[in-house]
Each structure stands twice: as structure tokens, then as C-alpha cells.
């Protein structure tokens, strides 16, 4: 049963401090996306990669946000300095590409819940 | 700006009953449409999707309408559940840009007994 793994599932952490979260997407998936979950705006989209290359970074705030794939099987999400406002369930997210008309279907992980004091 | 709006925060329906979840989208340029659906503590998991070039798309007890002049869709659930109590996300993916999807902000749906 493949699935797309996210760790921690839980966070807790003081205003300041740096998380990271990791995504291990399903094995052979070339399209990574990282969404974050917010009672006001629902899924709001982050970051995502195409066969490990960034495509779209437009919804990240830059100067506290950071998304790579330092390989296939892994994904990371980075904030540093993190902030209260930064609370939020953030959700990975791994697909196939289409090569023709449509999307693909894209299979979530459990998400990550992150609390910033 | 939100471009896909799910206007009902929350739902409530009879079991045995037919459940209808609205989506409206601003953006013409969409031309893929999805709904997932997610419970507690887990990841949304796709239900079901629809080109813009059809208006209808049925699998089992769902079916998803698809109104292009209206920037309209809906999901039908019938008969409704108790397991389909969940959240609903519509979901709509830009010509051009494949597999990125922009989400709505969900409708929370109570199936009761």
C-alpha cells in the first residue's frame, strides 16, 4: 500500500526556533507539493517540485520558508525564524505528472501539525 | 483572492438522504476539476474529478456536475452515509500547469442517523 510518509506529526516549538519537515513522497511519484491547511483560507499551496526541480515557490513567505528535495525520496520544508501565525497543519503531497490533458491525482500524507508559541 | 470558494462552511443531511456540496471558481482558465475529501487526523484522499469538457461524471454514489457558464460545480452524494461524514475540498487545476491545484476552503459534512 504506498503511501506518502510525513514527519513529525506533531510539533510543538517557541516563536524563533527552526523546524524542519520531511516528506518521503511514494517511490516513482515525480510531482512533490507542499500545501498548508488554515481554518480561513483552506489548502493553501506552498511549494512543488517536478523531477526534483522547483517549479512554483510563489505562496511561500521567502524569507522564512524554504522547500528543497535533496534527492528523490525526500522533501523537506524549512522555516527558520518560525512564528505563531506559522500554526498550521502543512500536508505533502505526491503525484505522476500527466502526459496529456487533465491532473493528476495527487495522494497526501497525514500532514504535519505544527503549534508555535 | 480566493479563486475556488466553497461558500458552506458546514453541512448536515439525513442518513438515507441525497447531500449536495457546492463549489464556485472565479478563474476561466481552470479546466480539470477534483473533489477530496478528508477525515480527521488524515490526509485528503481523492474522490472525484471532471474535465471542463464534460458536465457530468459519475462513480457509484458520487457524481460531480460541472455548470462552465455558471463557474458552477457540485458533488452529489446519494444515498448519503455515515462514513461520507468528512471535510469536502474542491479543487481546480489551471490550463497549462499540470497536476498544481488550487483548493478550496472546504465544507465540513454530518451524515446523521
Redesign the interface.
Known sequence: DAR?TQTPRHKVTEMGQEVTMRCQPILGHN?V?W?RQT???????LA?F?NRAP??DSGMPKDRFSAEMPDATLATLKIQPSEPRDSAVY?C?S?L??TG???????????SRLTVL | DQQVKQNSPSLSVQEGRISILNCDYTNSMFDYFLWYKKYPAEGPTFLISISSIKDKNEDGRFTVFLNKSAKHLSLHIVPSQPGDSAVYFCAAKRAGTASKLTFGTGTRLQVTL
Do not use: I, S
Not at chain 1, 39 to 44: K, P, S, V, Y
Not at chain 1, 106 to 111: E, S
Open positions: 506518502v510531482t507539493f500545501y481554518m480561513m483560507q483552506g489548502l493553501e499551496l512543488y517536478r517549479l512554483d500536508f503531497a503525484g505528472a500527466p490533458a487533465g491532473a493528476n491525482v495527487l495522494t497526501f500524507g497525514a500532514g
